[in-house]
Nanobody
Framework: QVQLVESGGGLVQAGGSLRLSCAASGRTFSGYTMGWFRQAPGKEREFVATISDSGGITAYAGSVKGRFTISRDNVKNTLYLQMNSLKPEDTAVYYC?????????????????WGQGTQVTVSS
């Protein structure tokens, strides 16, 4: 199995940027499709972005497309989420997740491994 630890969250003003990281350990990182999800207070955990095991295929939620970029470094065993033009509605706990499959997915149930989350707060 794989262990995931997120970092990089914090407080930022609207319009600003943050880069989240997710360090993976355990089984071979390159064998996993990876995803970012987020959960705002009182809301369901929602899909943000996904990237295939090789990094060649990505997909995004409509609410973040054009502002966020998911990437991965299979040598450093790390997943990233570059977040630009942040909005107050992006405030949430952000989670990285791993799926032992070569196929991308935006469904929470398809991911078997999760990190503990990192808080992102965007002030207006």
């Amino acid at each position: 199995q794989v262990q995931l630890v997120e970092s990089g969250g914090g407080l930022v003003q609207a319009g600003g940027s943050l880069r989240l990281s997710c360090a993976a350990s355990g089984r071979t990182f390159s064998g996993y499709t990876m995803g970012w999800f987020r959960q705002a207070p009182g809301k369901e955990r929602e899909f943000v972005a996904t990237i295939s095991d090789s990094g060649g295929i990505t997909a995004y939620a409509g609410s973040v497309k054009g502002r966020f970029t998911i990437s991965r470094d299979n040598v450093k065993n790390t997943l990233y989420l570059q977040m630009n033009s942040l909005k107050p509605e992006d405030t949430a706990v952000y989670y990285c997740a791993a799926r032992l499959s070569p196929w991308n997915s935006d469904a929470r149930r398809d991911y078997g491994y999760w990190g503990q989350g990192t808080q992102v707060t965007v002030s207006s």
